[in-house]
């Protein structure tokens, strides 16, 4: 394949490449197994055709905006978040159709990282004597993916530990009062991060202490409620908890330890369990995300407590954190947003990258990557 051409960034390309981000973004959560793309097409500086791929099965983002767009993409530019994929699998491959339609150039945000692509589309473009330029708004682009690239690439779900905390690093008082300790902005974002989500995974000890609901409550009244897992190795869960009645479905990770009468208490049509490996008192987070990533699930949004998100950070299985900080210090013992041993040496603490810092009403979000995350190339 010819060198995919890596320019200095236009202010037009961004622009275009943005809104192909911002098309792309309406379908986060809902595209599994596929990943999350826009596309736009422009020409004489006008947009003549937009979309995104909205679910598994449906036509991709390119397609959506090829026949928006109709003659008028002849002599076109594309943008689109990802490269165009050149392989046939539920639909046919976009890059046969960008080159069909008359494309000149193809803007892309970054490389499919999927075996079956990762280069071919831009090749055949090439081949065709379409120009491509790839790595516009690249980093933003990788991040949108993230879900996809490490499931294609290992099996396994991308996990965002998301958390509400003091300053002083407690998500609880000592009490266990924890509502609320961020605002209601904080509280909004939340939301949207659950939208965007495949699944939302807590702990029973965050089932007993607060009896969650686990839903997406946008303000617009809009919205998916992802599947609810819990973990719970001896199946502790009340018939009567809240997430047991909502609409959509809830996933109960267990172990062994769990009674055959509690199985058949808990299990219905909404409801499924699931034996893990594991033992009384926790079970094998790696097992259970191999198994959770092999029905497709491709992101967890992990909404535990201290002990369940200190066994998933030790257990290498956490991608990106989100925490949320309000201007507040309990000054004392609480509940740490991390319950258990931490690293005995600082070079073993564990580090983030693309570090970033939001502000929502009073609090701060600091949200990055660990290095350790499965970013695509």
Not at 42 to 50: F, K, L, M, Q
Not at 71 to 97: D, F, S
Request: net charge neutral; aromatic share 4%; hydrophobic share 45%.
């Amino acid at each position: 394949m010819a060198d995919v051409a890596v320019v200095v960034l236009p202010c037009e390309d961004e622009r275009y490449m943005r809104r192909a981000l911002e098309l792309a973004r309406r379908a986060e959560g809902r595209t599994a197994p596929n990943p999350a793309v826009g596309a736009v097409i422009v020409r004489d500086n006008v947009i003549v055709g937009e979309g995104f791929h909205p679910a598994a099965g449906e036509p991709h983002a390119e397609i959506f905006a090829l026949r928006q767009a109709g003659i008028a993409a002849q002599g076109a530019t594309l943008y689109v978040t990802l490269e165009p994929c050149c392989h046939r699998g539920r639909t046919g491959p976009c890059a046969t159709a960008v080159i069909s339609a008359g494309i000149l150039r193809v803007v892309a945000g970054c490389r499919d990282p999927n075996p079956q692509v990762a280069g071919g589309g831009f090749a055949q473009l090439q081949a065709a004597g379409i120009e491509v330029v790839s790595g516009i708004l690249e980093c933003e682009c990788r991040q949108l993916i993230a879900p996809f690239a490490k499931h294609i690439r290992t099996g396994l779900p991308y996990v965002t530990l998301k958390a509400g905390m003091t300053i002083d690093g407690a998500v609880a008082t000592a009490r266990g009062e924890s509502q609320w300790i961020t605002g209601a902005e904080s509280r909004a974002v939340v939301h949207h991060l659950r939208n965007t989500h495949d699944a939302i995974m807590v702990g029973i000890g965050t089932v007993l202490a607060d009896n969650p609901r686990l839903t997406t409550r946008l303000a617009q009244g809009e919205g998916k409620n992802p599947l609810r897992i819990v973990v719970d190795s001896t199946l502790r869960t009340p018939s009567s908890a809240a997430l047991l009645t909502e609409a959509g479905r809830t996933l109960i990770l267990t172990s062994a330890a769990a009674s055959a009468a509690d199985v058949e208490r808990l299990q219905s049509d909404q409801v499924e369990i699931l034996r893990v490996v594991g033992h009384p008192g926790a079970i094998d987070l790696a097992d259970a995300l191999r198994q959770l990533g092999a029905r497709g699930i491709q992101s967890i949004l992990l909404e535990g407590g201290g002990r369940l998100h200190h066994g998933a950070l030790h257990a290498g299985i956490v991608d990106r954190l989100c925490l949320f900080v309000a201007p507040l210090l309990l000054g004392g013992q609480g509940l740490p947003v991390f319950s258990g041993p931490g690293v005995s040496n600082l070079k073993d603490a564990f580090r983030l990258r693309q570090l970033h810092v939001e502000r929502y009403g009073d609090d701060l979000l600091l949200h990055g990557e660990l290095e350790s995350a499965c970013l695509p190339d």
